[in-house]
């Protein structure tokens, strides 16, 4: 059983830029594959961003593309997502999951997910 922590997030100014974290424990955490997703109120969950096991491949949505970073860094066994440039329509709960399909786009697909952190983008 995978245990997976966020933190990271706050209110910012458009424009700023915040960086989130999720902390892994309870299992072998290289062996997943990592996703990011959000869901702001009234719509439906999205998907934001992949990273494969070892970090040598990442998947972005369209919406974030050129924006978002996701990296890992599996001896703290923690994923992190660096947004940039960020938009009030970046305002959202964000979601780390893992799963065992690099690249993949669907919640479904991830076995284990955390309990989500608050981005808030100010205009």
């Known amino acids: 059983q995978v245990q997976l922590v966020e933190s990271g997030g706050g209110l910012v100014q458009a424009g700023g830029s915040l960086r989130l974290s999720c902390a892994a424990s309870g299992g072998t955490f290289t062996i997943y594959a990592m996703g990011w997703f959000r869901q702001a109120p009234g719509k439906e969950r999205e998907f934001v961003a992949a990273?494969?096991?070892?970090?040598?491949?990442?998947y972005y949505g369209d919406s974030v593309k050129g924006r978002f970073t996701t990296s890992r860094d599996n001896a703290k066994n923690t994923v992190y997502l660096q947004m940039n440039s960020l938009k009030f329509e970046d305002t959202a709960v964000y979601y780390c999951a893992a799963g065992l399909l690099p690249g993949a786009t669907s919640g479904w697909q991830y076995n284990y997910w955390g309990q989500g952190t608050q981005v808030t983008v100010s205009s």
């Open positions: 990273i494969s096991w070892n970090g040598d491949k990442t």
